[in-house]
């Protein structure tokens, strides 16, 4: 079992930055890959970004230029630096981790930005 640990969410104005952070314990060995998504009330769950255990990135259009993920494998943490959000980047942001084709999910922090 992983076990996942957001937080870093909360109220933002637009065009300023915020940093998430996510926390991983428990059977960390054999991550796969770790990345943030979101989701608004009544629409799916998407992709935000993802990093690999190598350490490569992959960014949804809707904020490439804008938001950095990383990873710090000494503290087990992935980071989702926001930079320049908008106010449609207003969701509830879970981290996600894949270990061994199975997916872990944290419990999800608000992001709320005011234009």
């Known amino acids: 079992q992983v076990q996942l640990v957001e937080s870093g969410g909360g109220l933002v104005q637009s065009g300023g930055s915020l940093r998430l952070s996510c926390v991983a314990s428990?059977?960390?060995?054999?991550?796969?890959?770790m990345g943030w998504y979101r989701q608004v009330p009544g629409n799916q769950r998407e992709l935000v970004a993802t990093?690999?255990?190598?350490?490569?990135?992959n960014y949804a259009d809707s904020v490439k230029g804008r938001f950095t993920i990383s990873r710090d494998n000494a503290k087990n943490t992935v980071y989702l630096q926001m930079n320049s959000p908008k106010p449609e980047d207003t969701a509830v942001y879970y981290c996600?981790?894949?270990?061994?084709?199975?997916?872990?999910w944290g419990q999800g922090t608000q992001v709320t930005v005011s234009s």
């Open positions: 996600n981790a894949l270990r061994m084709l199975r997916a872990y």
């Open positions: 428990g059977s960390i060995d054999m991550i796969n890959k």
């Open positions: 990093i690999t255990s190598g350490g490569t990135t």
